[in-house]
T-cell receptor, first 108, second 118 residues
């Protein structure tokens, strides 16, 4: 079983839509969690950390459910510039495991 | 630019040759990671350093792969006797072990070295 699993998508949504991604992880002892964004042929860039209490950054909201071992990312009011691959990342004792990514296409 | 840098950005080599990649982390970061990424997949952990000590190596890292961080600053990743299956993007990332707890150990990635083995 993979450490981190994500729906690969693609999610095709119109501008202004709200879209949600989920990610599940297998190790209940995982310590920290992140969402990264990766544009085509570029390096991953940190979008946001996911804190136990959940956190929000502008149009982006991340939540963690330790009991069910999943992480979510909600994007409100999607912009064309949000089109990218979103990677879920889990830290297990300083080994970082990445999901395969969920591709988002925001259409005009 | 004070981000993570990698050199070269692209490398084309013939099967059986040795290649070496360099990573310069953000200067105050004490942790450095190497990953490999192939098309359609997320980065796969290869190894990481805390200062100059190599603390973890993935089973993905065969005997043909070796990484060093001799002075706790830049790092090199060497692949000996390259195979076509080694073709991938090799990413380096750095982070600061801030001792403030596990939340917030963000990694910052370099642009990667794209390796093509012919």
């Amino acid at each position: 079983r993979k450490e981190v699993e994500q729906d690969p998508g693609p999610f095709n949504v119109p501008e202004g839509a709200t879209v949600a991604f989920n990610c599940t992880y297998s190790n209940s002892a995982s310590q920290s969690f992140f969402w990264y964004r990766q544009d085509c042929r570029k390096e991953p860039k940190l979008l946001m950390s996911v804190y136990s209490s959940g956190n929000e950054d502008g149009r982006f909201t991340a939540q963690l459910n330790r009991a069910s071992q999943y992480i979510s990312l909600l994007i409100r009011d999607s912009k064309l510039s949000d089109s990218a691959t979103y990677l879920c990342v889990v830290n297990n004792f300083n080994k970082f495991y990445f999901g395969s990514g969920t591709k988002l296409n925001v259409k005009p | 630019d004070t981000g993570v840098s990698q050199d070269p950005r692209h490398k084309i080599t013939k099967r059986g040759q040795n290649v070496t990649f360099r990573c310069d982390p953000i200067s105050e970061h004490n942790r450095l990671y190497w990953y490999r990424q192939t098309l359609g997949q997320g980065p796969e952990f290869l190894t990481y350093f805390q200062n100059e000590a190599q603390l973890e190596k993935s089973r993905l890292l065969s005997d043909r792969f070796s990484a060093e961080r001799p002075k706790g600053s830049f790092s090199t990743l060497e692949i000996q006797r390259t195979e076509q299956g080694d073709s991938a993007m090799y990413l380096c990332a750095s982070s600061l072990d801030s001792l403030r707890g596990r939340e917030g150990d963000e990694q910052f990635f370099g642009p990667g070295t794209r390796l093509t083995v012919l």
